[in-house]
Structures are given as C-alpha cells and as structure tokens.
C-alpha cells in the first residue's frame, strides 16, 4: 500500500503514460462523471493497475494542477467505487488517497486502481457520448482508453487474465497444501459497523424477553452465544420481501435438525417483518406448546437490507437436564459446528448478492466462567477438567467466499482457538475442526 510521500512524484512532475492518467475535477454527483472515472478505471483495470489523479488541467503539451471548484464535492473512496460499481462488471475496489500538492497545497485524490483481474472488465450500462454497454476498453499508447481492434490487442488482455488467475489459483494451492490462512483482520470502520448492529439487535431481543416469566428457558440465565456476519461490499436490498426471499434461499441447504436463522412455518415462531428488519423469535410463549422448550430451542435472529446477519441461541450442554447441570460444561466439539453452520448459511446469502468482497464474522460465548470442557457423545477423550476461568470471550475476523469454500477449515481454527484456549490452554487442533466440519457437512448430528 503506497504512502503519501510516494505518490507525491505524480503531483510534482505529472506525466501521463500507460499506467498513469490524469482528469481534472470530476463531480461524482453527475452520471457523467462517474462514467468518466468507471471509463478510465475499467481500461486501466485491463491494462493490469495504475493510477488515475484527478484535478489536472492538459494545456497543451503541459498538465498544470488546478484548484478544486467550489461546486465540487471532495471526492471520496465511497463515491468512485460507488462510480465504478455502476458501469463496471466485474466490480472492483479501488483505493483513494488524499495527496497534497508541495507547492499550491491543494489536495488532489490519487486512485490507485488494481490489475489482478482474472476476466476482462466491461461496462454494463450506457453514458451517452463516454461509455457504451457491453465494451470492453484497454489502455492504449496516446494515452488514450479505448477498445480493443487487434488480436494482439485481445490476446495481450486476455494473456494477463489468465496469469492473474494462475497466480490465484496457485495460492490457494499453497494455501491449502501449508495448513494455513493468512489472518485477515476487520478494517475498523467495518468492525464497529457489525459491532453497532450486534447491540442493537441484542437490545431487541431482550426487549422481547421482558415479559417472559423469570424462570423462562428462553431467557438463557445459564449464558449464550451470538453470531453476527456482515457482507462487505454487497448493494443494500431493495426491501424486506426480496431480502426474506434471498434468506429462504439461503435456508434450502440444512445441515443440522436445528439449523442456525432456523425459519419455523408456525406463525407464532415464522419470520417476520419488524422495522427495516426480518427477525424470527422461537422463544415466544404461545398458546400452542412447542415439541422443545429449552435454551438451545429458542433462538432470536435477524437480518438487515445491508447484509448482516445475527442470532443468539442457549447452550445445547443446558438443555440436557437428565444428563448434564446447566452451566457446568461446554462440549469440545458444538462451537465448531454452531459457527461453521452460521459461517457456511452466510456464505449462501451472499451469493444472492453481487459484489461480495468478504464476510465479517463477530462471536461472542458467555456464561462461560467455571464450566469444564467435555465430549457428550464420548467420542473425543478429554483429560484433566479443562475449566474456563474466562466468563465471556468475543471473536472476531474475516474471511472471503473463496476461503470458506477452500479453506474453511484453517479460518474455524484460527477464529475459536482463542475461545478453546480459555480452557486450561486446550489446544484445538486442525484434525477437530476438519473431522467435525466433515461430519456437519455430511449430515452426520
């Protein structure tokens, strides 16, 4: 990721080359400026990355910097890849820096556009008089953007595809062959976003809870556990009945008996619309009775237009009475399933959208303080009363969809080994998460 000191070159000595283009000040609030950038940014995109600055005038042979006009509004990250994201399929990011000018001080945006595309970028809307539907455009000596003619022309875009596409594919061969997944942490922005939207619908459903009896099951005095995942990059849902549509698609693979965003077709215990939300509360006393009226029976979830998702469910260890104190144990191997089974459901809903960069993905287990890890089904050992002394832990991370479908096993481990840690030191091994994410994947609960 460049610096401000390495991008001020292109403000002192500008000079336009293949990789290099410069715009003077483009109002983002008109389609056609943001054709002009989604123009610029797919041929650059295809030619294999650069640099678009923007706030230059071409007088001639000579590009002089300019200030920004006052009817122009400062040019943000959101509003170019909100540009690019209308005219260009496949999307893509590109990052915006602030750089000032060593002399005027006038800031100008510097757009580093990336070149790892492994298809060829078309625009996928008309601006009449910039940019056509359905064309593909490249960098071409001038500088200029514009179609490609040749076959030379085509066969070098298509020459750089597929090497990006080999570089790709054998990263994720390394990455599967080493036993490991590169730890990607939340951006702050997104991290307090999924974090805002983890308390209020937490909120929600204690409100829901008020009037339940004390001794109510669905109260989960003994602790809980929340997952939250966030779609990063996806285009809000134009409202609630396409975004239960996209949910009930998500929900036509089922993993468990149970499964997490479980949608029951009972009114009392459906989904419904509530605000700019969907939700669904199984823990809702009605007159008819419920074949399971325990902790981990009665989930609360909702999800949101933007593409996040929550539920809070109870302990399965605190539903088994007969067998089990409430509050005493955590088996060694239902964390592994409870949030596969919520990762691999988001992972669903995302692909109803375009657009998905990666999810966020934000756990929290309570009640966790004095409770011994165990094996229920007595088929993994476990040894010296590995007793937490953590009462609560929260996990946080994110992961692409390209990695849940490969790579799934290496981000479970490194997302709930801190949870398992709280247990005495046990150290999770690779061999748990992949064996029980084996199993969940085959049905076998």
Not at 112 to 127: I, L, Q
Not at 338 to 363: K, M, P, S
Request: net charge negative; proline share 7%.
């Amino acid at each position: 990721m460049p610096n401000i000191e390495e991008l001020q070159p292109f403000l002192i000595e500008p000079r336009e080359n293949l990789a290099v283009e410069y715009k003077t000040w483009l109002d983002f609030t008109t389609n056609e400026h943001r054709a002009v950038l989604a123009k610029a940014s797919i041929a650059m995109a295809n030619h294999g990355g650069g640099y678009i600055i923007v706030g230059f005038d071409d007088q001639g042979h000579q590009l002089e910097p300019i200030p920004r006009p006052a009817n122009v509004p400062e040019v943000s990250q959101d509003a170019v890849n909100a540009a690019i994201q209308r005219f260009a399929a496949p999307a893509f990011h590109a990052e915006v820096y602030s750089v000032p000018h060593p002399t005027s001080g006038v800031v100008h945006p510097v757009i580093v556009v990336p070149g790892n595309m492994t298809e060829p970028v078309m625009s996928k809307r008309d601006c009449p008089g910039v940019i056509a539907q359905n064309r593909c455009y490249i960098r071409k000596p001038g500088p200029r953007s514009e179609e490609p003619q040749t076959g030379d022309e085509w066969r070098e875009l298509l020459r750089r595809c597929v090497l990006a596409g080999r570089e790709d594919m054998l990263g994720a061969i390394r990455t599967i062959v080493s036993g490991r997944v590169e730890p990607a942490d939340l951006p702050p922005d997104a991290r307090a976003e999924l974090h805002a939207f983890v308390e209020q619908a937490r909120a929600r459903w204690a409100e829901l809870c008020a009037d339940l009896p004390e001794d109510a099951s669905a109260r989960f005095f003994h602790g809980y556990y929340e997952m939250a995942f966030s779609l990063l990059g996806a285009a809000p849902v134009p409202n609630l009945g396409e975004l239960q549509g996209r949910l009930q698609a998500a929900h036509r693979l089922k993993l468990t008996g149970w499964p997490t965003f479980l949608m029951l077709n009972t009114v009392e215990w459906a989904p419904y619309p509530h605000e700019d939300f969907v939700e669904a509360w199984v823990g809702r006393q009605a007159a008819r009775e419920r074949n399971f009226e325990d902790p981990a029976h009665s989930d609360f979830w909702r999800a949101s237009k933007e593409g996040k998702l929550y539920t809070i469910r109870g302990y399965t260890e605190d539903s088994i009475v007969d067998r089990l104190v409430p509050g005493a144990v955590l088996d060694i191997t239902l964390p592994v399933w409870r949030v596969a089974e919520g990762l691999l459901f988001a992972a669903r809903f995302a692909d109803t959208f375009q657009d998905v960069e990666a999810i966020a993905v934000e756990c929290r287990f309570t009640g966790l303080g004095n409770r011994v890890l165990t094996s229920m089904n007595g088929k993994r050992a476990v040894f010296d009363d590995r007793t937490s002394h953590t009462p609560e832990i929260v996990l946080t991370g994110q992961v692409t969809l390209d990695q849940v479908r490969d790579n799934l096993t290496e981000f479970l481990h490194q997302l709930l080994t801190p949870l398992y840690e709280r247990f005495d030191f046990f150290p999770l091994s690779n061999e748990l998460v992949d064996t029980e994410l084996g199993r969940l994947r085959g049905g076998q609960f």
